[in-house]
């Protein structure tokens, strides 16, 4: 499996961004995804994750960042609206081997490379 990141960049507070994790080797199929983050000294955060039964989002993005899939494509899209600066630090994406959702970091095998988003107040 290898994940690969594209997106992100430096956007104003309020703005919108969009983030993609491509499974370019194609073997996520239906497996559980997710997004995590993680800023400088910090843990790496649960952002958003979807499986079989549906998305679970963190309570700090519910409402304002939309997690989507597009299996045909083997990609999986994060769409942030309403961006704040407490949303900047690394943003990675990960794939489990299974297909029920898991919301701890280590419960998922393979990862992306990561993108930093950075939002200026």
């Known amino acids: 499996v290898q994940l690969v990141q594209s997106g992100g960049g430096l956007v104003q507070a309020g703005a919108a961004l969009t983030l993609s994790c491509a499974d370019s080797?194609?073997?996520?199929?239906?497996?559980?995804m997710g997004w995590f983050r993680q800023s400088p000294g910090k843990e790496r955060d649960f952002v958003a994750t979807?499986?079989?039964?549906?998305?679970v989002y963190a309570d700090s993005v519910k409402g304002r960042f939309t997690l989507s899939r597009d299996v045909a494509k083997n990609t999986m899209y994060l769409q942030m609206n309403s961006l704040k600066p407490e949303d900047t630090a690394v943003y990675y994406c990960?794939?489990?081997?299974?297909?029920?959702?898991?919301?701890?970091?280590?419960?998922?095998?393979?990862w992306g490379q990561g993108t930093q988003v950075t939002v200026s107040s």
């Open positions: 990960a794939a489990r081997s299974v297909r029920t959702a898991a919301v701890l970091p280590i419960n998922y095998e393979y």
């Open positions: 979807i499986a079989w039964n549906g998305v």
């Open positions: 080797g194609r073997a996520v199929g239906n497996n559980a």
